[in-house]
């Protein structure tokens, strides 16, 4: 019992200070002009993965824990895509990539290149080259999310003539200065990471306690304590009525996510990070591929209404989230 309480209250902080991020978030790209997309791509994606960071170098530097650390990460991939159809419900009768920016394709497009690598690097285990303790790949995975957020920040930057307009009209935060929310953006980071530092032993626990595995808990319970700031930030910026900075976070978030892998990579001292972790992630990896392939489909498709509470992109999203967990469940 106690190991669960203890879960709940690291869950507990973590959406009490997510849960602030999406508003401060906003008023930073209200303050600074750069734009919805590019903030949620870069800044709150950043925050909101700090749990995953934290959590997962906490895991292979403290703990010892290299599939929770894997499972951690992978696992938070296919749960963000999975909140795009979660909030897809919220968005009344138009499904929620109506009137989104389009530039949405290109963070999930190397969504799905990054993952694609992540999937054959565990496949493959230390058949790829190393520099020291380092797989190659890490140092490659890093440059493709700097490629990434630079792309993101170009193609939102032609666009600034129409952010510019749409500021000027939505401007909504005239009496926040923006030393305060940078500061109060600042409070909730520092109790994320407060909170999700102490997850990856309690993930431990969990499996030792349940005998689900380290790759089923890292996958599922770690995954989805450290994806709750995705999920609030998403949700309530949804009821901002910015789904662009909905959208951009998720993405962003799994970008970052593949950029968090690479950093536990230079901090497992043992070897190579993917080649320490069971082979049973590639269907973690693979399911957060298809998953974000269904994403792109509807952000290019834009269907105009849906058939039921969910537009078909949305419910093809969560029938591969739960195959996948099903699969590792099985594979425990």
């Known amino acids: 019992m106690a190991v669960w309480l203890q879960f709940i209250a690291c869950t507990a902080a973590i959406v009490y200070a997510g849960s602030r991020l999406s508003k401060y978030g906003d008023i930073i790209a209200e303050k600074t002009g750069l734009g919805r997309l590019w903030i949620g791509a870069l800044l709150l994606?950043?925050?909101?993965?700090?749990?995953?960071?934290?959590?997962?170098?906490?895991?292979?530097?403290?703990?010892d824990l290299p599939d929770i650390a894997v499972g951690g990460v992978l696992g938070s991939c296919m749960f963000n895509i999975l909140v795009l159809s979660l909030v897809d419900a919220m968005t009344g009768r138009k499904p929620i990539?109506?009137?989104?920016?389009?530039?949405?394709?290109?963070?999930?497009?190397?969504?799905?290149?990054?993952?694609?690598?992540?999937?054959?690097?565990?496949?493959?285990?230390?058949?790829?080259?190393?520099?020291?303790?380092?797989?190659?790949?890490?140092?490659?995975?890093?440059?493709?999310?700097?490629?990434?957020?630079?792309?993101?920040?170009?193609y939102n930057k032609r666009r600034i003539a129409a952010?510019?307009?749409?500021?000027?009209?939505?401007?909504?935060?005239?009496?926040?200065?923006?030393?305060?929310?940078?500061?109060?953006?600042?409070?909730?980071?520092?109790?994320?990471?407060?909170?999700?530092?102490?997850?990856?032993?309690?993930?431990?626990?969990?499996?030792?306690?349940?005998?689900?595995?380290?790759?089923?808990?890292?996958?599922?319970?770690?995954?989805?304590s450290t994806s709750l700031p995705e999920l609030v930030v998403t949700v309530a910026a949804v009821r901002l009525g910015a789904v662009d900075l909905?959208?951009?976070?998720?993405?962003?978030?799994?970008?970052?996510?593949?950029?968090?892998?690479?950093?536990?990579d230079f901090l497992y001292a043992k070897g190579p990070l993917l080649?320490?972790?069971?082979?049973?992630?590639?269907?973690?990896?693979?399911?957060?591929?298809?998953m974000t392939a269904a994403a792109i489909v509807g952000l290019t498709y834009r269907t105009i209404k849906r058939p039921f509470f969910l537009a078909w992109d949305s419910m093809g999203i969560l029938a591969l989230y739960f195959i996948g967990q099903v699969i590792l469940y099985v594979l425990k």
Do not use: K
Request: hydrophobic fraction near 60%; proline fraction near 2%; include cysteine.
């Open 45 to 63: 994606a950043a925050v909101t993965s700090l749990p995953e960071l934290i959590s997962g170098v906490a895991s292979v530097t403290i703990f």
């Open 246 to 264: 909905a959208l951009g976070n998720l993405f962003g978030s799994n970008l970052f996510n593949i950029a968090v892998l690479a950093i536990e």
């Open 163 to 224: 952010v510019v307009r749409e500021m000027a009209e939505e401007l909504r935060y005239e009496d926040v200065t923006a030393a305060r929310a940078y500061a109060l953006y600042g409070v909730s980071a520092v109790v994320i990471i407060a909170a999700a530092a102490y997850l990856p032993h309690v993930g431990e626990e969990i499996a030792a306690m349940t005998g689900f595995g380290q790759t089923f808990v890292g996958s599922f319970f770690i995954a989805l």
């Open 275 to 290: 080649a320490a972790a069971s082979p049973n992630h590639v269907v973690t990896a693979g399911a957060a591929i298809a």
């Open 97 to 154: 990539y109506t009137g989104v920016n389009e530039g949405h394709v290109i963070s999930a497009g190397f969504g799905v290149l990054l993952l694609g690598l992540i999937a054959v690097n565990v496949y493959v285990g230390r058949a790829f080259p190393a520099v020291g303790w380092i797989c190659v790949f890490s140092f490659l995975y890093f440059a493709l999310y700097v490629v990434a957020m630079r792309v993101v920040f170009l």
